[in-house]
């Protein structure tokens, strides 16, 4: 999903959410059209849940705590433990001293992973994870370990957070508060892709071997859930066919305002002979005792992106604007009489027919955007460019304004549409910043406030920007005087020279 650091694994999942909704969609056939589509949603109502801060009992922290030592994970000879952590669940803590930046706190060996590999070996469901997508054959794995009571990794799945606070989980009364965000249909579009996953294994693997799989323990709201787990708590360089969960080392939490980068989960061999894998965990800044590890979970990770895969958002006075986003849909009228001529070009410059652009507050206008733009505006006079003689040289002509017309039709579409999908949002601005202020709320409505707050203040910018644009056009200079500056037909004053008006 047109981020730049998701990872691998999840790429099946991610193309199926580049299909996004409710976006203003920027149309040139006969004029303009700007249009918000609000795409039917079908959420089914899960059960409205407690935060996933909610605390896990003590005794099944202690019971993880001790399959961590019987195993040689957790020991008086590592820096850190497993805590409770105020409002982030459980989270890995500096024990007995403080952490150097860079130390490795922790180290799990391959045995303890649950990994696709693992599900791909497992003598009982082995033979039907074969041909699963890694995720879904690591989904069925955890859900089979999670119906058994003598599970190896009990004492683990024991301590895995029941409800998760991704808006995949919310019931349709709090989804009601993302209404008008770009978020909620990409919240549809997750859910259709779990549903149809589902789908798939019930017929093909849970329904036809009801010996193996009681129906009711592999549900799809437990499917969801699985999904949910591994899309919060597995990173690189475990991804893909590598996917794992890794105990201990999935209690890192996201460092707010972490300024850097890179994976802090790393794989590493032991001897040259054993060739055991470990996972290790090195913490990126120096902490003291009692403090926690943490790793940045994605630095360029929009709001959105965050609460979808974690169920959080970064937002508050001392954290960036760039995580508020909004991806723009442009797209080529099919009945534009020229949308030959312009597929072609967009098609020799790597787009295509509809190109997302992915906008970010204080950020500037995405690359090819405004030549995209124009290029879905030419029109009249103007058209000239998409004669086969230009065919080569259009794209650089569109870097630059091409005529006055075609600038204007540009900013127009744009203030416009970003007028739409302003008034398609509940709350205004300063409302969303008031609640956020509130530290009482919730951590479901904080994410909601936070999503509309971050997606609006994207559109006013880029609002904005046109509108001076559309103020300005008289100052630009346009494709017609610059080919006669090129020839040496007008002085730099924007005078034509006298010549011109002899021949
Ligand atoms: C990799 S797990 C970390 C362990 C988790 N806290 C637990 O209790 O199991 C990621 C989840 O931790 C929580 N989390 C991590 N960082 C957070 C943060 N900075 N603020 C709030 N919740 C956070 C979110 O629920 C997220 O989905």
């Known amino acids: 999903m047109i981020a730049p650091s998701l990872s691998a694994h999840y790429a099946s999942t991610l193309a199926l959410c580049r299909a996004r909704h409710h976006q203003p969609a920027l149309h040139h056939g006969d004029g303009w059209r700007t ?15 407690m935060s996933q801060a909610s605390c896990i009992a003590t005794s099944r922290l202690d019971a993880f705590k001790t399959w961590l030592t019987e195993q040689g994970v957790l020991s008086s000879n590592i820096p850190v433990i497993p805590q409770q952590v105020e409002n ?29 590999a693992v599900a791909r070996l497992h003598p009982t469901i082995g033979p039907f994870c074969q041909n699963l997508r890694p995720w879904v054959a690591l989904a069925l794995l955890l859900l089979y370990e999670k119906a058994m009571p003598s599970s190896f990794w009990r004492p683990y799945i024991d301590i895995l957070p029941d409800t998760l606070d991704s808006p995949l989980f919310w019931s349709n009364e709090e989804l009601m508060q993302l209404e008008g965000t770009q978020l909620l249909g990409s919240i549809s579009g997750y859910l259709q892709h779990v549903d149809s996953e589902y789908t798939t294994l019930f017929q093909e693997v849970i329904e036809p071997n009801p010996g193996i799989f009681n129906t009711s323990l592999f549900s799809r709201d437990l499917f969801l859930w699985a999904f949910g787990i591994l ?25 707010m305002v972490l300024n850097m980068d890179g994976p802090s989960w790393e794989k590493k061999s032991s001897g040259f002979f054993d060739r055991r894998e470990y996972l290790t965990l090195r913490a990126p800044i120096s902490v003291k005792e009692g403090e926690q590890i943490v790793m940045q979970y994605g630095k360029v990770k929009s709001n959105g ?40 070009i967009a098609e020799l410059n790597g787009l295509s027919a509809i190109v997302y652009f992915d906008l970010v507050y204080e950020q500037g206008l995405p690359d090819n955007m405004l030549p995209f733009l124009r290029l879905i505006a030419l029109s009249g006079t103007d058209a000239f460019l998409l004669e086969a003689l230009f065919r080569n040289s259009v794209w650089d002509h569109l870097q630059l304004p091409v005529s006055r017309v075609n600038e204007e039709a540009v900013c127009k579409a744009i203030v416009d549409g970003c ?17 956020l202020q509130d530290i009482e709320l919730s951590p479901r409505l904080k994410i909601a406030a936070a999503i509309r707050l971050g997606e609006k203040r994207v559109l006013q910018e880029l609002q904005l ?7 300005e056009l008289h100052k630009l200079e346009y494709y017609a005087e610059r080919r006669l500056r090129n020839l040496g037909l007008m002085d730099d004053k924007g005078d034509l020279t006298p010549w011109v008006f002899e021949g």
């Not at 249009?35 to 079908?42: D, G």
């Not at 920007?465 to 103020?471: A, I, M």
Request: net charge negative; aromatic share 10%; proline share 5%.
């Open 305 to 344: 992106k965050l609460a979808v895969d974690y169920g959080f958002v970064e937002c508050g006075p001392k954290t960036t604007a760039i995580r508020d986003s909004f991806t723009l849909t442009l797209e080529i009228a099919e009945s534009d009489r020229f949308f030959d001529d312009k597929i072609d």
């Open 35 to 49: 249009s918000v589509s609000v795409r039917p949603t079908c959420f089914s109502s899960y059960a409205s849940a």
């Open 419 to 435: 007028h739409v999908a302003l008034t398609s949002y509940p709350s205004t601005i300063d409302e969303d910043l008031n609640l």
């Open 88 to 116: 982030q669940g459980l989270g890995i803590v500096a024990k007995g001293r403080s952490v150097a930046q860079n130390e490795d706190v922790l180290s799990v060996p391959q045995e303890l992973w649950m990994s696709v």
């Open 465 to 471: 920007l046109f509108e001076t644009r559309l103020q």
């Open 231 to 255: 899309r919060s708590r597995t990173f690189p360089p475990l991804t893909g066919d590598e996917l794992a969960l890794v105990p201990f080392a999935d209690l890192v939490n996201h460092g």
